[in-house]
C-alpha cells in the first residue's frame, strides 16, 4: 500500500468522512495513478489538458462571433424598424426579446463546448425562472400589461393621455412601465399591469377635437345679439374649422340653460387636436373682453328679497 492510498483510507479527525461512493473512486484514482508508469501518466494529462485547452478555445472563440452575431442582429432590426418608422414601443420590446433569448441560447451553446450537460443547465434555469416568476408575480403581471399595450396599442410614444389619475405625453414605453412627462414637466412612472386593466383617455388618438364652453350673461339681453356676437368671436379665430375644411360639424351657439342669476349659452367648436389648448385659452379670453364691450354683461349671483309689513 503506497501512501497516497493509506491518507485516502484514513479519515481525518477534524473532518466528516467522505461517502463509500467517493471514497472509493478516489482509492481507485490513487491506485491508477501509482501503478501507471510516470511517462504514460504525464502523456494522459498532457492529451488531457490539450483537449480541455482546445475546448476553452473553441467556447471562446464560439462566444466571441455569438456576442457579435447578437449585435449585427440587432443593428440590422433597428435599421428595419426605422425604414418601416415602426412604433418605438415594439421596436425596444422586439429587440429586448431577440437579445435576451440570444444570449441565453449562446450561453448555453458556450457551455456546453466546454463538455457541460446542457439538459441540467436548462432544466435549472427553468425551475429559476419559475421560482422567479413566483417570487415576481407583480412584475409578471406588468410584463403581460406591457404585452397587451405593445400588441393593442391603445396609445403610442408622443401622446397625450389621462389614465391612473395622471395625464401627460407618453415619453417611453417598455415592457413593464409607461413613463409619462406632464405638463409641468415632471416624470411620472405607470407600471402596464395597472395601466392595461384601467381606463385610458387618449386625447392625441384622433385628428380633431371638440371643444366646449358655456357662457353666462345677465338676464335682459337678446339672445340673437349674444348668440351673433359669441359666433362673430368663434369664426375670427382661423384655428377653428368648418364642415368645408373637414369638420364634423360648423360652429355652434345655442341658448342652453335659464338659470337662477343668469342666461346659459352652450358654444362649441372643432379644432385640430394640437390647437385644442391654445384655441380654448384664446376664445375664452375674447369672449371676456368682447362681450362687455358689444354691451352685454356678465352677471353676479342675485337674490330677490322681498319684505312683508
Known amino acids: 500500500m503506497n501512501f497516497l492510498t493509506f491518507l485516502l483510507q484514513t479519515p481525518a479527525p477534524e473532518l466528516l468522512p467522505p461517502s463509500d461512493s467517493i471514497k472509493n473512486h478516489l482509492i481507485h484514482t490513487a491506485e491508477v495513478i501509482a501503478t501507471t508508469p510516470k511517462e504514460e501518466l504525464f502523456s494522459q494529462m498532457v492529451s488531457k489538458a490539450l483537449n480541455f485547452g482546445v475546448k476553452v478555445l473553441a467556447a471562446l472563440a464560439i462566444y466571441i462571433v455569438g456576442a457579435w452575431l447578437i449585435k449585427k442582429i440587432k443593428n440590422l432590426l433597428s435599421g428595419y424598424f426605422t425604414r418601416r418608422n415602426t412604433d418605438a414601443a415594439l421596436a425596444s420590446f422586439v429587440m429586448s426579446l431577440v437579445s435576451i433569448g440570444a444570449t441565453i441560447l449562446l450561453i448555453i451553446l458556450t457551455v456546453g463546448t466546454l463538455g457541460v450537460n446542457t439538459t441540467s443547465l436548462a432544466a435549472l434555469l427553468a425551475a429559476g425562472g419559475m421560482a422567479i416568476?413566483?417570487?415576481?408575480?407583480?412584475?409578471?403581471?406588468?410584463?403581460?400589461?406591457?404585452?397587451?399595450?405593445?400588441?393593442?396599442?391603445?396609445?403610442?410614444?408622443?401622446?397625450?393621455?389621462?389614465?391612473?389619475?395622471?395625464?401627460?405625453?407618453?415619453?417611453?414605453?417598455?415592457?413593464?412601465?409607461?413613463?409619462?412627462?406632464?405638463?409641468?414637466?415632471?416624470?411620472?412612472?405607470?407600471?402596464?399591469?395597472?395601466?392595461?386593466?384601467?381606463?385610458?383617455?387618449?386625447?392625441?388618438?384622433?385628428?380633431?377635437?371638440?371643444?366646449?364652453?358655456?357662457?353666462?350673461?345677465?338676464?335682459?339681453?337678446?339672445?340673437?345679439?349674444?348668440?351673433?356676437?359669441?359666433?362673430?368671436?368663434?369664426?375670427?379665430?382661423?384655428?377653428?374649422?368648418?364642415?368645408?375644411?373637414?369638420?364634423?360639424?360648423?360652429?355652434?351657439?345655442?341658448?342652453?340653460?335659464?338659470?337662477?342669476?343668469?342666461?346659459?349659452?352652450?358654444?362649441?367648436?372643432?379644432?385640430?387636436?394640437?390647437?385644442y389648448w391654445g384655441v380654448k385659452f384664446d376664445i375664452t379670453e375674447n369672449i371676456y373682453t368682447i362681450l362687455p364691450q358689444r354691451g352685454i354683461q356678465f352677471p353676479f349671483p342675485q337674490l330677490d328679497v322681498t319684505i312683508k309689513k
Open 133 to 275: 416568476g413566483m417570487a415576481l408575480s407583480g412584475t409578471v403581471q406588468n410584463f403581460a400589461g406591457g404585452i397587451m399595450i405593445i400588441v393593442f396599442k391603445p396609445f403610442k410614444v408622443g401622446d397625450y393621455i389621462e389614465a391612473q389619475g395622471f395625464a401627460g405625453t407618453v415619453i417611453e414605453v417598455n415592457i413593464v412601465s409607461t413613463k409619462l412627462t406632464t405638463v409641468d414637466n415632471k416624470v411620472i412612472v405607470i407600471p402596464n399591469g395597472a395601466l392595461s386593466n384601467g381606463t385610458i383617455n387618449n386625447y392625441s388618438h384622433m385628428p380633431l377635437r371638440r371643444v366646449d364652453w358655456t357662457v353666462d350673461v345677465e338676464y335682459g339681453t337678446s339672445s340673437e345679439e349674444a348668440k351673433a356676437v359669441i359666433m362673430e368671436i368663434v369664426s375670427a379665430d382661423s384655428r377653428v374649422l368648418t364642415t368645408e375644411s373637414g369638420a364634423p360639424a360648423d360652429p355652434f351657439v345655442a341658448l342652453a340653460e335659464l338659470r337662477d342669476s343668469s342666461i346659459q349659452f352652450v358654444v362649441r367648436a372643432w379644432v385640430k387636436s394640437e390647437d
